[in-house]
């Protein structure tokens, strides 16, 4: 499989808090773990307006609501992170830009990555914003509405000490992940490649705080995530002195909104609202604030995730 797909594929997907300090990644771990149900940050984005709902032809439970159910993994900056107790991050400003062009609020709730495409088939949530990677896998189960795109990075200690400077160079040694991601299948497809005796050992975990606190602490020598989640670490994590990037990007492919398949009607509403904050330059400026510009799509695709 090539990594035309992100961060979140495999069965069922895969984020990481801001890690100005470990200390603050560590506390991220702890609200991150578990079924966090009844823990879980919510936000409300957007504003409630009954003839913007109207123009987009939104389910009528969702204007009678006026709200948008947002199932995410929020600890993967500077996709979604918690920051003194709220979902702040690149989705969230998409989803307060689209409520605000929908006229209803998207509300965010936490969840482990791997449980959110189960919750939204439950009715729990009405979408999913989490970097999820649309994928053919996924597709099978949900449909996506696209709004960013991504490839696989690798963060590697800062200074490089191992020499890393591709996949390939992984072989014989120890790396981790966030499981229930595309890093999965990259080093599932790396490790076929290695030589018998230097396979690539694995460390995977709930979230990418924790698979990040193992290359600071020595025990394995990369990170395998989304080149926005690297490029944040590398830059804030130790003011800039505990990673870096190495290597290019392993393929690029979409993040997806999920819906449920059943839910056309609001799939489709929100892609034409996506196509509007495409338009009026707020996609834009979401992105340019974040420093993930080179992440933009120029229009909303259902499903157009090819792997």
């Not at 993967?76 to 107790?85: C, I, K, Q, W």
């Not at 020598?221 to 830059?235: E, I, K, R, S, T």
């Amino acid at each position: 499989m090539t990594a035309s797909t992100t961060r979140r594929t495999t069965a069922a997907r895969g984020r990481l808090a801001a890690v100005g300090a470990i200390a603050a990644a560590g506390a991220l771990v702890l609200s991150a773990c578990g079924d966090q149900t009844d823990d879980a940050q919510s936000e409300d984005t957007g504003k409630k307006d009954s003839a913007a709902a109207s123009k987009y032809d939104l389910p009528a439970n969702v204007k009678k609501a006026g709200v948008i159910k947002v199932g995410s993994d929020i600890a993967y900056a500077p996709m979604e992170f918690d920051e003194a107790g709220k979902p702040v991050g690149v989705d969230v400003d998409v989803a307060a830009a689209l409520g605000k062009e929908l006229g209803v609020s998207f509300k965010f709730e936490n969840g482990v990555f791997d449980n959110l495409i189960p919750s939204l088939e439950t009715g729990r949530h009405d979408v999913i914003m989490s970097a999820m990677s649309d994928t053919k896998e996924r597709q099978a189960k949900v449909d996506f509405v696209d709004y960013f795109s991504a490839g696989v990075s690798i963060l590697a200690k800062k200074g490089n000490p191992e020499g890393i400077k591709s996949v390939e160079d992984l072989c014989g040694k120890t790396i981790a992940f966030q499981r229930g991601t595309v890093s999965a299948d990259v080093a599932k497809a790396a490790n076929e490649k290695c030589p018998a005796g230097k396979k690539i050992k694995t460390l995977t975990f709930d979230t990418d705080p924790e698979a990040l606190l193992q290359v600071k602490q020595g025990r394995a020598v990369a990170d395998l995530n989304d080149f926005p989640v690297a490029a944040y670490n590398a830059q804030k994590s130790g003011d800039g002195k505990d990673f870096e990037v190495v290597g290019d990007q392993v393929g690029e492919g979409p993040y997806g909104i999920a819906v449920t398949k059943d839910n056309t009607q609001l799939r489709d509403a929100i892609a034409k609202a996506m196509d509007a904050i495409i338009a009026n330059g707020e996609y834009a400026k979401v992105l340019e604030k974040w420093n993930v510009a080179q992440g933009a799509v120029e229009k909303a695709v259902v499903n157009g995730g090819a792997e």
